[in-house]
């Protein structure tokens, strides 16, 4: 019983305020969709912290995502032993720029007086939250190795059962302790997504690529 | 061609007095708020000197502003800062970004420590406390920090300006007796090809087409502050407790009830004035890719005679309001830049067409002490030119782009002017000087009392020449005028307030 | 206009979102275990083809994951197998041939509760089964080999490593040019 809670209801759950939260506050309250960054008042520490980090996170996040959708390609990708080792360092080095960065990241906020002050408690707990989302994600690399090659076969045939509504929890309920963490976390930060400044992932400024460079607005629509 | 008016502005620094009022002004309606307080969307800054934040023209530090580069079908302009790929990749630590430290921390007193220490030996004191986070912070720099030359040795001498210029120069400008210095308020330029408009990963900042107005969406705005990297001017600021980015926005709301901007309004020197231009926008591309020195001839050119038949027709056709047309027809702005050229851009070779122009400040030689102890107006053009305590060289570098020729003409029809008017009223100038003053500077003695009128009586309604702005009939066609009825004025219903 | 712009963009979101979904359900259901092998099928098992499935190196029929996924045999592999299951290098003498049978055919009560979801859809073939046996059968006596170390070594290294890289990319970045001015001001007041 209590595994359905876990890994069917609460994940439906947290997505659903993640997606239906976030959508809300896109409509309500656009002028909250900020990365809020702090570079402006402490910018030595930020920079290390924030691009290990994020070139850290994001590659991961995208790994995780491409072995949900498409299982075939990630499983050709580490088709011999090699190829694993390598794709394996490669994630594990992304995760610990991750870890490294995120950890920056935190003793800045807890140091410096200035970020402090403009540090909200649910920062407090998203960062706490994601220091340890990366933590367990590096135990599980680590120490139950290799996890490019039970990922496709544990997590993936759970979370596509989740998105076509055929719930079957049984491919991570046995999973160690560490696994199950790893996968709550990660939900519970999708839930906490519109309460908190993680908004900003969703308004990555791809358009910048194609946009035109100057923007020239009519009130009225006229010649332009 | 493709017209359209853009609310353009004049500062005549020969009439700057440095008081600060229009930087107070400003404040008090637009930037006394949290995270707000160290940003000057109105500042003035003593030149020589580094400016606010420091040494903001420096762009091989600063990265702000365009470039030009030779392209395979010709020039082409690209950002300083990044090419759009970068952009992306920048998003997490700007590596152009300028910190708080760059500007100043913004302070205040703890008054309270006045009123409440207990009696005692000591004079109770008010220390200073960060406006950030309380805390008690030793003040190390501040707005205005070098105003008249405070710190010269530090500030001035590290003029980004003042590099690889001839010592001569460098020496004229501070010894003793010879020192000179002038102020140089500033504001947003409302570049015709705005930096921050294209270095803004989001698309949120716009010109307004109706006037010319570059605004930050705040709603759109998320806080990746890459505007405040690419102004070369150093104009948009960053809010660190809203996480948005804010600038000046030109008082629109105070522009479509038809008064001066507060900045304006309130200048004790009445040395800014204020009207609509209308220029080509086919020609802006073309004007960008200029050589340095024929950039402000070029953005001169763009700028189009409101009385000509022809431009009136084309502004009707591309849809500039009559009443606009009008304000340009009376623009003081028209007057100085295009008819007079007297006012030049502030740093041309940014490639951002900016759209406030100054007229340089005059130099302080013109009297000579005669054999019986009375002055006398100096009446050689060049030697006075020669005499100038600032260097020409250092006003073509802030207006010119480095070409000396546009100063130098601007300067002799302010010396004609004066000469001209020396004759007239105190009459220790011949007729024949004041005529060779006027030759010399190509000009009639009715531009000179026309130039004399707008710079030194010019009435409130010559110095600020509002064009009609028609909201109501602009939006009725996207708003429901009826929707707003129940708010007071421009529109957020929610506080502007530092997100989750 | 206000609103119907904000209409169309959660359109777009939301189509994104779905869209990203319905891609992520490609069902992976494999076909219906085929029991486990019979006594001379194991008894012509083949042990060094046993190793290269153990490893990976040739795939299962039905795409099951290899089992160093998850199992260390001896020294098999430069950086070994995984440790998410047990080390499998004596296997052969700590179960007997059923048990090891069962687990692999999914066939049985004993069975793995990680490993029975998988291979209930990926099943083993019957040759499989006895090369895997054949193979756990040559590995006993293996000397057992951990390289966890190596892989943390190595990964905290080649860390440092793109940390640099990044340090360098972006070494021209803008520190502190308020207090390096005065800085160096102040320095050269004091020269003269």
């Known amino acids: 019983m209590l595994e359905i809670m876990l890994f069917v209801v609460f994940p439906y759950v947290a997505l659903a305020i993640g997606i239906v939260g976030t959508l809300y506050r896109y409509l309500t309250n656009q002028y909250s969709f900020t990365s809020l960054s702090s570079q402006f008042l402490e910018n030595d520490l930020q920079f290390w912290g924030s691009t290990l980090w994020h070139y850290g996170i994001l590659p991961t996040t995208a790994i995780h995502l491409a072995g949900?959708?498409?299982?075939?390609?990630?499983?050709?990708?580490?088709?011999?032993?090699?190829?694993?080792?390598?794709?394996?360092?490669?994630?594990?080095?992304?995760?610990?720029?991750?870890?490294?960065?995120?950890?920056?990241?935190?003793?800045?906020?807890?140091?410096?007086?200035?970020?402090?002050?403009?540090?909200?408690?649910?920062?407090?707990?998203?960062?706490?939250l994601l220091f340890a989302q990366v933590f367990f994600g590096l135990i599980l690399a680590f120490v139950y190795r290799?996890?490019?090659?039970?990922?496709?076969?544990?997590?993936?045939?759970?979370?596509?059962?989740?998105?076509?509504?055929?719930?079957?929890?049984?491919?991570?309920?046995?999973?160690?302790?560490?696994?199950?963490?790893?996968?709550?976390t990660g939900f519970l930060l999708f839930a906490l997504m519109p309460f908190s400044r993680l908004v900003h992932i969703v308004t990555f400024p791809v358009s910048y690529l194609w946009r035109r460079f100057q923007l020239v607005i009519w009130t009225r629509r006229r010649v332009v | 061609m493709k017209i359209r008016s853009q609310v353009s502005m004049v500062f005549h620094l020969d009439k700057c007095i440095g008081c600060h009022t229009c930087s107070i002004a400003c404040k008090n309606i637009w930037t006394d708020r949290p995270g707000a307080e160290y940003m000057w969307w109105n500042n003035v800054?003593?030149?020589?000197?580094?400016?606010?934040?420091?040494?903001?023209?420096?762009?091989?530090?600063?990265?702000?502003?365009?470039?030009?580069?030779?392209?395979?079908?010709?020039?082409?302009?690209?950002?300083?800062?990044?090419?759009?790929?970068?952009?992306?990749?920048?998003?997490?630590?700007?590596?152009?970004?300028?910190?708080?430290?760059?500007?100043?921390?913004?302070?205040?007193?703890?008054?309270?420590?006045?009123?409440?220490?207990?009696?005692?030996?000591?004079?109770?004191?008010?220390?200073?406390?960060?406006?950030?986070?309380?805390?008690?912070?030793?003040?190390?720099?501040?707005?205005?920090?070098?105003?008249?030359?405070?710190?010269?040795?530090?500030?001035?001498?590290?003029?980004?300006?003042?590099?690889n210029m001839n010592p001569d120069d460098k020496m004229r400008l501070f010894s003793i007796e010879q020192l000179f210095y002038f102020y140089m308020p500033r504001i947003c330029n409302h570049c015709?090809?705005?930096?921050?408009?294209?270095?803004?990963?989001?698309?949120?900042?716009?010109?307004?087409?109706?006037?010319?107005?570059?605004?930050?969406?705040?709603?759109?705005?998320?806080?990746?502050?890459?505007?405040?990297?690419?102004?070369?001017?150093?104009?948009?600021?960053?809010?660190?407790?809203?996480?948005?980015?804010?600038k000046c926005i030109l008082c629109y709301p105070r522009l479509e009830t038809g008064q001066a901007p507060a900045c304006f309004h309130s200048c004790v020197g009445r040395i800014r004035y204020l009207g609509v231009l209308l220029y080509d926008a086919d020609q802006i591309e073309d004007a960008l890719k200029a050589p340095d020195d024929q950039l402000v001839e070029r953005q001169r050119?763009?700028?189009?005679?409101?009385?000509?038949?022809?431009?009136?027709?084309?502004?009707?056709?591309?849809?500039?309001?009559?009443g606009v047309v009008t304000a340009a027809q009376n623009s003081p702005v028209y007057r100085y830049v295009k008819e007079w050229k007297l006012a030049l851009p502030l740093h041309p070779e940014y490639r951002t067409l900016p759209m406030l122009f100054y007229v340089p400040p005059l130099l302080p030689v013109l009297n000579s002490t005669q054999e019986n102890g009375t002055q006398r107006v100096e009446t050689e053009l060049f030697t006075s030119l020669e005499k100038a305590r600032v260097p020409v060289r250092y006003m073509s570098r802030t207006l010119a782009?480095?070409?000396?020729?546009?100063?130098?003409?601007?300067?002799?029809?302010?010396?004609a002017v004066r000469i001209y008017k020396r004759h007239e009223t105190v009459g220790d100038v011949t007729a024949e000087e004041s005529a060779a003053a006027l030759a010399k500077a190509e000009m009639t003695a009715e531009e000179a009392e026309a130039i004399y009128t707008l710079t030194s009586i010019p009435t409130y309604q010559e110095r600020f020449v509002i064009p009609p702005y028609s909201r109501e009939g602009d939006i009725e066609e996207v708003y429901d005028p009826q929707q707003r009825k129940a708010e007071t004025g421009f529109g957020r219903r929610q506080a502007p307030q530092r997100g989750l | 206009m206000k609103n119907k712009k904000f209409k169309h963009k959660a359109l777009l979101l939301l189509i994104g979102l779905l869209a990203?979904?319905?891609?992520?359900?490609?069902?992976?259901?494999?076909?219906?275990?085929?029991?486990?092998?019979?006594?001379?099928?194991i008894a012509a098992g083949d042990a060094e083809n046993g190793r290269k499935l153990f490893m990976g190196y040739v795939h299962f029929q039905n795409e099951g994951p290899p089992c160093m996924g998850c199992h260390n045999v001896g020294a098999h592999g430069l950086l070994g197998g995984g440790a998410l299951g047990p080390d499998l290098t004596n296997v052969s003498q700590e179960m007997t041939q059923s048990e090891l049978l069962i687990i692999l055919a999914n066939y049985g009560f004993t069975n793995s509760p990680v490993m029975e979801p998988i291979y209930n859809e990926h099943p083993l073939t019957q040759t499989e089964q006895a090369d895997l046996i054949a193979f756990l059968n040559s590995s006993a006596g293996e000397p057992e080999e951990d390289k966890e170390l190596i892989v943390l070594g190595i990964s905290i290294l080649a860390t440092v490593g793109?940390?640099?890289?990044?340090?360098?990319?972006?070494?021209?970045?803008?520190?502190?040019?308020?207090?390096?001015?005065?800085?160096?001001?102040?320095?050269e007041i004091y020269k003269n």
């Not at chain 1, 290799?146 to 309920?173: C, K, R």
């Not at chain 2, 690419?230 to 980015?245: L, V």
């Not at chain 3, 001015?181 to 102040?186: K, L, P």
Request: with cysteine.
């Open chain 3, 20 to 41: 990203l979904f319905l891609f992520g359900c490609i069902p992976t259901k494999g076909p219906a275990s085929t029991g486990p092998a019979s006594l001379q099928e």
């Open chain 2, 192 to 246: 015709l090809n705005a930096a921050c408009v294209g270095a803004c990963p989001s698309g949120a900042i716009y010109k307004r087409a109706e006037d010319g107005v570059v605004l930050i969406n705040q709603d759109k705005c998320r806080g990746w502050r890459m505007c405040v990297s690419a102004c070369p001017y150093k104009k948009t600021y960053y809010n660190w407790s809203t996480g948005k980015s804010e």
């Open chain 3, 162 to 187: 793109a940390a640099i890289a990044l340090g360098f990319v972006y070494r021209n970045r803008l520190r502190r040019i308020r207090k390096a001015m005065v800085d160096e001001a102040t320095a």
């Open chain 2, 45 to 163: 800054e003593t030149k020589p000197g580094v400016g606010f934040p420091s040494q903001w023209e420096d762009q091989e530090k600063y990265h702000g502003g365009w470039e030009m580069k030779e392209g395979k079908k010709g020039p082409v302009i690209h950002l300083k800062l990044q090419n759009r790929p970068q952009a992306l990749a920048n998003l997490f630590s700007n590596p152009a970004m300028p910190t708080m430290d760059d500007y100043y921390e913004p302070w205040t007193y703890n008054y309270n420590d006045l009123f409440n220490s207990p009696l005692g030996n000591d004079q109770p004191t008010a220390r200073p406390i960060s406006r950030v986070d309380g805390q008690p912070i030793d003040i190390e720099s501040g707005p205005n920090w070098d105003d008249d030359l405070g710190g010269s040795n530090i500030y001035a001498a590290k003029d980004p300006l003042l590099e």
């Open chain 2, 301 to 322: 050119q763009m700028i189009l005679d409101p009385h000509d038949p022809q431009v009136i027709a084309a502004a009707k056709e591309s849809g500039v309001p009559d």
């Open chain 2, 401 to 415: 782009a480095g070409n000396d020729d546009l100063v130098i003409k601007a300067y002799r029809k302010m010396i």
């Open chain 1, 68 to 128: 949900f959708t498409i299982p075939k390609v990630m499983a050709a990708l580490h088709g011999t032993p090699d190829l694993l080792y390598l794709s394996e360092l490669a994630g594990k080095i992304l995760g610990i720029m991750a870890l490294v960065g995120m950890g920056i990241l935190l003793y800045r906020r807890l140091t410096s007086s200035k970020i402090r002050a403009i540090t909200s408690t649910i920062d407090w707990i998203v960062l706490s």
């Open chain 1, 146 to 184: 290799w996890g490019a090659a039970w990922f496709i076969h544990t997590a993936t045939p759970w979370m596509d059962s989740l998105a076509f509504f055929d719930p079957a929890p049984q491919f991570v309920t046995a999973l160690p302790l560490a696994h199950k963490i790893h996968f709550l």
